[in-house]
């Protein structure tokens, strides 16, 4: 099994008793922070990977962690059952899979827009009403500016890509203008 | 063969020889006997010519009996057969030399024969390879002509799209310089409406 699926099966385990009980945006935040404390803490990390050091001391290293960031019951049983079975450098990946489990729960989509110039706060509403007005679902942007996109917007959802760039347009004619 | 049978001593001819030997000396004798009519000599001269036909037939009898003892008749007919036998050898072997002859003639001329249609089977394939090489000479000229032909097109099909892209490279590369100096807000205000209008019309 790829870790992949690995990390997909413990996230729709999870996002199944978040549902359960309604804390499917709770549990998100709590998993997305804990992820990347850990991955902030290379001393944390090093420690926690270590097979010389005994387990007992890796799970007290693990509810001091979760203790000071003040997690759920859920979330911290669960970490802990990652690390008695050994699996504990799969969160990051489960923490990405949960993410796109409970938008898909809630109905939200997560988009990217990158612009050459900064977009107006007005600009990015209107997007995001264009962007949800043709999926349907609530969208989440997440915005970035590019320069060497000359002028015009591209958005990213997921697998798509919805290109409005210069630079794109450009490319574009010298193809046909290299075709004849 | 006429001159050597001319050589040749006939047999009436040698006997005709002491007798006309003979009959000389019966003649000289008449004419000596008729000359001592008229002139009425003495029979000293008679004897003398008696003594002298004395001596001419005792030389003619000698020589007769040494022809017999020498056996002349036999021995010249001996050196007739043998005459005639090498005459024949000679014939024969002139024969076998002509039959010869013919055999080597007619060989020579079958196989000079031979050697014409040899000659003329060479040269008939000579002629027939010299066509395929020519043929097959015309056909590889051909074909080098068209792998040319197509080498160049294709080569001028590259250098043509070569020319293109890098016409088309330096095209756009100037419509971006001089879009990077030229878009403005408001141009980016534009293009962004522009998106949101394809956004929603999907």
Redesign the interface.
């Known amino acids: 099994m790829s870790t992949n699926a690995i990390a997909r099966r413990y996230a729709k385990a999870l996002i199944q008793i978040a549902v359960g009980q309604k804390s499917v945006e709770l549990y998100n935040t709590e998993l997305a922070g804990f992820s990347q404390a850990l991955a902030s803490s290379a001393e944390a990390t090093a420690l926690l990977s270590d097979p010389g050091i005994r387990i007992e001391l890796k799970r007290e290293l693990l509810k001091e962690m979760i203790s000071r960031l003040g997690i759920s019951k859920t979330i911290s049983d669960f970490i802990l059952l990652l690390l008695d079975k050994k699996r504990l450098y799969f969160l990051s990946q489960i923490a990405s899979c949960y993410r796109s489990f409970a938008d898909e729960t809630a109905g939200i989509l997560r988009a990217t827009i990158t612009s050459a110039l900064p977009l107006t706060e007005s600009q990015v509403n209107e997007l995001r009403s264009a962007l949800e007005k043709t999926t349907g679902k609530k969208v989440v942007l997440e915005v970035a500016t590019d320069p060497s996109l000359i002028g015009g917007v591209v958005s990213r959802i997921g697998d798509k890509v919805l290109d409005g760039s210069i630079r794109t347009q450009l490319a574009k004619i010298q193809e046909l203008l290299q075709k004849g | 063969m006429k001159s050597l049978h001319g050589k040749l001593p006939n047999r009436s001819n040698l006997l005709l020889l002491p007798a006309i030997s003979f009959g000389l000396i019966l003649f000289a004798t008449t004419c000596l006997a008729a000359e001592t009519v008229h002139h009425a000599d003495s029979g000293a001269q008679l004897k003398d010519f008696l003594y002298r036909l004395f001596n001419f037939a005792l030389l003619a009898g000698i020589l007769l009996w040494a022809m017999k003892k020498a056996n002349v008749k036999g021995r010249l007919a001996g050196r007739r057969a043998e005459v005639a036998k090498a005459l024949r050898e000679a014939e024969e072997i002139k024969e076998d030399a002509e039959r010869k002859l013919a055999e080597y003639s007619e060989k020579l001329e079958k196989a000079s024969s031979e050697i014409d249609e040899i000659y003329a089977a060479i040269k008939l394939d000579g002629e027939a390879e010299k066509n395929r090489i020519i043929a097959a000479a015309n056909q590889a000229a051909e074909r080098i002509r068209r792998q040319a032909q197509v080498s160049a097109q294709q080569e001028i099909q590259q250098a043509s ?1 070569r020319l ?2 890098e ?3 330096l ?2 590369q100037l ?2 310089t001089t ?2 100096q030229s ?1 403005t ?1 408001n ?3 534009r ?2 409406d ?3 209008s ?3 019309e ?1």
């Open positions: 799209a293109q892209a016409t088309a490279r095209a756009v419509a971006r879009l990077e878009v807000q141009d980016q205000d293009f962004v522009e998106y949101i394809k956004v929603v999907g």
